[in-house]
């Protein structure tokens, strides 16, 4: 994520000026093309680590390892899938005066915007009175 991430925000200085779609488009393949190699290095690298569990004679020991190489794997690919989309939504949002993006990116994906713990615990105490009330 940090890798794509910081491609993302080098890449309008190393980029030619184009039209905004086209410049989001080469922004987004750049991005994609100077990320991807790298991380894939590393995810398979230590998927192919945890893969030498499944030498242990330990049965627990085994599945972790096939489970954590599995994992590694499906995180690289929702990483090259979904990371970059978010970061276009968010890139959107901003450029459309959004002051918090990532609250409306969150509101996007989930639904509702970020709760702080705050608003949290006082949602649960009143859901805790209500209950009461009520029996």
Known sequence: VFVVWEHWQQAPALLDARSAEAALVHRTAWTLEKSAGSM???SVTTAVAFLANLASFICPVRIFGLWMA???LCNYLLVITWFPCI???HHHM???GCKNSLAAVSFVLYGRGPRSSAVALQEAEDDAHGDSEEA
């Open 40 to 42: 894939a290095a590393t």
């Open 70 to 72: 599995l994992l590694l």
């Open 87 to 89: 970061i276009l939504l």
């Open 94 to 96: 901003k450029e459309q």
